[in-house]
């Protein structure tokens, strides 16, 4: 079982619809939870993070987390072509022992396209 | 305020020789991370270094190894390259050890 797992998708949503993305992790210790943006060619960009249980929103986006069920998910609203990318989803897990320190592990990421 | 910046952009290296990326965090921050993400995957955590000593290391081998100076600035250094070393090495900074990491730009290592 992968660490961090997101669907590669493609995932084709047309202009103006709600995107949603998952990623699940396997660590019930994880702490953090990062969503990033990376276009081709490009290194990733922050759009959201999230610390605790419930919804986080900012502008179009929206992160949800469940630590129970080990999920996080990322919604964009009103989806525009330039949110074409690839989406990773990234965790700060705890280390064997048991203290958190700043390794991020990424899933392999969702591509996204909006077409319009 | 400037950003994560990394040198060189793009760099081309034979088998066998070795390679130094340097990476500038964001002033103020204290934290130096350092990425390998190969062609079609997730970035992969190689160190950690928090107030100038490594905090983590990630499962590659020895020769690669990585330094972070007084101002805070980094050093990622690969001995004897291999093919397979062929990829772009992401730098992230933050203000702490766990906080949020941005990302520099990235360096693309071929190796040939």
């Known amino acids: 079982q992968k660490e961090v797992e997101q669907n590669s998708g493609p995932l084709s949503v047309p202009e103006g619809a709600i995107a949603s993305l998952n990623c699940t992790y396997s660590d019930r210790g994880s702490q953090s939870f990062f969503w990033y943006r990376q276009y081709s060619g490009k290194s990733p960009e922050l759009i959201m993070f999230i610390y605790s249980n419930g919804d986080k929103e900012d502008g179009r986006f929206t992160a949800q987390l469940n630590k129970a069920s080990q999920y996080v998910s990322l919604l964009i609203r009103d989806s525009q072509p330039s949110d074409s990318a690839t989406y990773l989803c990234a965790v700060n897990m705890a280390n064997a022992g048991g203290t958190s320190y700043g390794k991020l592990t990424f899933g392999q990421g969702t591509i996204l396209t909006v077409h319009p | 305020d400037a950003g994560v910046t990394q040198s060189p952009t793009h760099l081309i290296k034979t088998r066998g020789q070795h390679v130094t990326l340097r990476c500038s965090p964001i002033s103020g921050h204290k934290s130096v991370s350092w990425y390998q993400q190969v062609l079609g995957q997730g970035p992969q955590f190689i160190f950690q270094y928090y107030e100038k000593e490594e905090r983590g290391r990630g499962n590659f081998p020895d020769r690669f190894s990585a330094r972070q100076f007084p101002n805070y600035s980094s050093e990622l250094n690969v001995n004897a390259l291999l093919l397979g070393d062929s990829a772009l090495y992401l730098c992230?900074?933050?203000?702490?050890?766990?906080?949020?990491?941005?990302f520099g730009q990235g360096t693309r290592l071929t190796v040939v």
């Open positions: 992230a900074s933050s203000l702490g050890q766990i906080l949020e990491a941005f």
